[in-house]
């Protein structure tokens, strides 16, 4: 009996001492991941915007992983397997489909990005498109074009001329070939493309690895970062050779191709950029793009030339920097993902070692390992202007142009997270022209099942087309004016059910003192308010009560979904 419980006793302490020693570690690191969640949620609405979610036509389906506007007012997708369905905009904004186009024929090519040339018209439609010949995490296709593994040097860029009037492919081109497109994860290619003022076109470049030395598994082939990956890059289409395609494999994947000539129409304008999905150039004169980071438990690279995990630059690049930077095998936390202003020859974060860039985002501030003690960020290492939390995946991004809403939303950007089902909304400051507000557009209507993964805004009445990578689908929100708030009768039941919702909460609580209607009785009239005109934030009054304390705080007493649904209610008096 004895020899059973002592034998019980030890197998419980070494349960209990592997408990001690291994989950206190994860759990702090859930912890932590929570508060970061929580410190970069956006906060704040703008008052006076609330878009209506519609639901189109079920004949709109397809993984669309870009979805643009061309110089004809059709919106064009990009579906995953190379194919472009050309849509027509119906004045009510739903989309009608007309043509699909097969760019490459019968044959599948894995393609994100798609940009009309800033020389398209109406009558010559030119489109820009970033492809890969090989299969990935997102998608497999049996009829690729040709046999290619993830370990070659796979991407594209094409060149295609569409048809006006029919589904015919006039000309199809591949204008560069042999990016990196290989690693482990199996995910990250050249990714969307936009064309800047000076008519270059620029794309991001995923990069190879998690966070810039493989983490690789026993008898899989080394990968490691290209000179090309984890960029942006920009191409000056006026300096392509008369003889395409321009084959871009560098020398340290035995090709010849140098982007740092000075006649090189592919150079790098950016490093450090892991997974850039989207671009947008603003009116401000900026290029931002969000970055995708990496998961926990990845490895990064050492400046030490005696550790067994160093891995040379090339020979051309030249690095001056200290030469202790350790090699961190399995490091955590998982990184956040951020949206940056691209400044030309600046760093973000990314290592690769065939650059000399080894520090991963901003030293010990992001790493957790004491070997991290007191290293800071590269030397050339531009900052983040805005930080998403961890596991958001931002992909699409845009600048609202339409002046709807009296202008409120003009100039803000515009962002899908593919991880809460959502668009928030970030708008630039007038003189450092960096992220100064966030708003959270789940409360303004911007929200949908299905992984939003790409967005187009119609400039000539504010409709915003979302592409779902989940749903299959294109999902349409359309700006309400508050004094149509009403209870709608639409196609939206969601969206009505919300208001009925804020209106009984209202009439349990508010109308009392405000009025069946809004119209005032001991408290002010919520239509006609003058105090309430401009506020940006009505949700907060009901929250926290007035300033002068005449409106009581009710956060003890509603929950914060109920303070949304009443003050969505409340607006809707307003007018």
């Not at 006076?48 to 189109?56: P, W």
């Not at 901003?362 to 290293?375: C, L, S």
């Not at 100064?436 to 299905?450: A, I, N, T, W």
């Not at 940006?536 to 009054?541: C, G, Y």
């Amino acid at each position: 009996m004895n020899g059973k419980f002592n034998k019980t006793a030890i197998l419980f302490i070494i349960a209990l001492s592997l408990f001690f020693a291994f989950y206190p570690n994860r759990i702090n690191r859930y912890i932590k991941r929570k508060l970061r969640v929580y410190n970069t949620a956006p906060k704040d609405v703008i008052d006076g915007i609330m878009f209506q979610k519609v639901d189109l036509d079920n004949t709109i389906r397809g993984q669309f992983t870009t979805l643009t506007i061309g110089p004809d007012h059709k919106l064009y997708a990009a579906e995953i397997d190379g194919r472009i369905l050309r849509f027509k905009i119906k004045p009510s904004g739903e989309l009608k489909l007309e043509h699909t186009f097969k760019p490459y024929g019968e044959f599948s090519k894995f393609t994100i990005g798609l940009a009309f040339d800033p020389f398209s018209t109406p009558d010559s439609l030119v489109v820009w498109t970033s492809n890969s010949e090989t299969n990935s995490g997102w998608a497999k296709f049996e009829s690729m074009s040709e046999i290619h593994d993830n370990q070659e040097w796979a991407g594209n860029i094409s060149r295609i001329h569409l048809s006006n009037s029919t589904d015919e492919v006039l000309l199809s081109e591949v204008i560069i070939t042999e990016l990196p497109r290989f690693g482990p994860n199996q995910e990250n290619f050249a990714n969307s493309l936009v064309f800047g003022p000076t008519g270059k076109l620029y794309f991001g470049q995923g990069a190879n690895t998690g966070m810039g030395l493989c983490n690789c598994k026993e008898n899989e082939k080394p990968f490691q970062e290209a000179l090309l990956s984890g960029t942006i890059l920009s191409l000056d289409t006026k300096k392509l050779p008369k003889e395409l395609p321009l084959n871009v494999k560098t020398k340290d994947g035995k090709g010849k191709f140098d982007p740092f000539q000075k006649n090189s129409p592919l150079k790098i304008y950016a490093t450090g950029v892991r997974n850039a999905y989207d671009l947008v150039w603003h009116n401000n004169g900026n290029l931002y793009t969000t970055i995708n980071g990496s998961g926990g438990n990845e490895n990064t690279p050492t400046s030490n030339p005696d550790s067994p995990f160093y891995i040379a630059p090339l020979a051309s690049i030249k690095y001056k920097g200290p030469k202790d930077i350790p090699a961190l095998i399995g490091a955590h936390p998982d990184q956040n993902d951020f949206m940056i202003k691209v400044e030309k020859g600046g760093y973000y974060g990314h290592p690769n070692p065939i650059r000399a860039e080894y520090i991963l985002n901003r030293g010990n501030k992001d790493v957790d390992n004491f070997k991290y003690n007191g290293i800071v960020a590269d030397a050339n290492f531009r900052g983040f202007s805005y930080d998403f939390g961890p596991h958001v995946a931002p992909t699409g991004i845009i600048e609202y142009k339409s002046k709807t809403f009296n202008g409120k939303l003009q100039n803000c950007i515009l962002v899908t997270r593919m991880q809460y089902n959502d668009i928030i909304i970030l708008r630039p400051g007038d003189v450092k022209k960096d992220l100064v507000q966030d708003f959270k557009g789940s409360e303004m209507g911007l929200v949908l099942d299905g992984g939003p993964l790409d967005l187009i805004e119609d400039t000539k009445n504010g409709n915003i087309y979302v592409s779902g990578f989940n749903n299959l689908t294109i999902t349409l929100f359309k700006p309400i004016r508050k004094e149509n708030y009403k209870i709608l009768s639409s196609t939206n039941e969601k969206f009505n059910k919300r208001l009925k919702t804020g209106k009984t909460i209202f009439q349990q609580n508010c109308q009392t003192c405000h009025g069946k209607e809004g119209q005032g009785a001991i408290a002010p009239n919520l239509i006609n308010d003058k105090e309430g005109k401009g506020k940006e934030n009505i949700k907060s009054i009901i929250k926290n009560g007035s300033a002068n304390g005449a409106m009581p705080a009710w956060k003890n007493k509603l929950s914060n979904d109920e303070i949304i649904e009443v003050s969505n209610y409340v607006l809707s008096l307003k007018q």
